[in-house]
């Protein structure tokens, strides 16, 4: 089985990335061929710096090193290294429906918060990130909730491929979500109505993987609960759920064990636990990713052999995928 997943060099990574995404790419590396992309090309789609750029994506490479991404078990690559997801993303182009698109939340929501340019990138997007996946004939896309829509247009995109091109034939593979139970969608602390992002207007709102334990505690300590006085979920419940849907993630265990262990605990001392939960479990990521950050050329040096390794992949579906639209000379 082969697991595909991207993520982006943009802003610091938080604990909404961690649980509902980079936690799985670890685990998947038990259950199968796990490729995982850092894709500076998607990052490029709102405004950034290009400095900035390069140094978020040794961040971010650091990070998933440190979480226990072992090059030796799984290929880890930049996107932009591997030129057959930009050709592909031109190819699928075509059998991709522009009306979708445009009706894509995050393009929709995106194109809002844009101050200046609403780029023909940002469009293209969920292209691109079908291409990632399609060319590497994926069977699995563990990613967080926010990202269920883009991977059912890549579903579709398959699907018309090969319906257009594969005379019968499975050329791309139609690949599945994988969406964790637990922590799919991690709120934010001071507005649990809004997903914890890097976007957030409240940074005290969201938990950083590299933050320090006590900036962590201090977070929990004023996370946004509720009038009520009982650790449960439930509607008018958000800001309490989301601290146990924090801690049954970081546990490995569930909502209904969480509520059952706290039921006579007060507020304060549940957001207590949760803190310190969380700060264990971020500790030793955070320990070390700072030797692995510190060593830009080793770091290089993984991305270029995670590269050359998805290249060879990636190529044998290119070349497939031209012949069979009739781009390019014929295979002999
Ligand atoms: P990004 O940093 O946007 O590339 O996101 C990387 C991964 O984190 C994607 O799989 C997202 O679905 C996931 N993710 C982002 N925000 C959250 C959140 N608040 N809760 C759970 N997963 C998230
Ligand atoms: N769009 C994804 C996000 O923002 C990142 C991404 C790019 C991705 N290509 C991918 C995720 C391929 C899964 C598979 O999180």
């Not at 050359?308 to 781009?327: F, K, N, P, W, Y």
Request: charged share 30%; glycine share 8%; proline share 4%.
């Amino acid at each position: 089985m082969r697991i595909f997943s991207g993520i982006q060099p943009t802003g610091r990574k938080h604990l909404g990335n961690y649980i509902g995404a980079i936690a799985q790419y670890i685990s998947s590396q038990e259950r199968g061929e796990g490729i995982f992309c850092i894709v500076d090309l998607h990052a490029i789609t709102v405004a950034y710096e290009p400095i900035e750029l390069r140094e978020r994506l040794y961040d971010t490479t650091a990070i998933l090193l440190a979480a226990g991404l072992d090059p030796a078990r799984c290929i880890l690559f930049r996107q932009s290294d591997v030129p057959e997801h930009t050709e592909l993303t031109w190819l699928l182009c075509g059998v991709t429906e522009l009306g979708r698109l445009q009706r894509m939340h995050q393009f929709r929501d995106k194109s809002i918060a844009q101050r200046e340019l609403v780029s023909a990138g940002l469009l293209v997007y969920p292209v691109l990130m079908a291409a990632d996946v399609l060319a590497y004939r994926a069977h699995e896309v563990p990613v967080g909730e926010d990202q269920r829509e883009h991977v059912e247009l890549m579903r579709d995109v398959a699907r018309r491929f090969n319906a257009r091109f594969g005379e019968g034939k499975e050329i791309l593979v139609v690949p599945e979500c994988r969406i964790p139970e637990v922590g799919a969608r991690i709120m934010d602390l001071q507005e649990p109505a809004r997903k914890m992002s890097t976007t957030s207007d409240s940074p005290q709102g969201t938990v950083y993987v590299l933050d320090e334990p006590r900036a962590i505690e201090k977070k929990f300590k004023s996370a946004v609960t509720d009038s009520g006085s009982e650790v449960r979920g439930g509607p008018e419940k958000e800001g309490i759920g989301n601290l146990i849907e924090i801690l049954a993630a970081v546990r490995g265990s569930d909502r209904v064990a969480v509520e059952a262990e706290f039921a006579d605990a007060r507020y304060g001392e549940f957001k207590a636990a949760v803190a310190s939960a969380v700060v264990e479990y971020l500790a030793p990521v955070r320990e070390r990713y700072q030797a692995l950050r510190a060593e830009e050329s080793a770091l290089e040096a993984i991305l270029a052999d995670g590269a050359e390794r998805a290249r060879a992949i990636a190529s044998v579906t290119l070349a497939d995928v031209r012949e069979r639209m009739g781009v390019g000379a014929a295979r002999a």
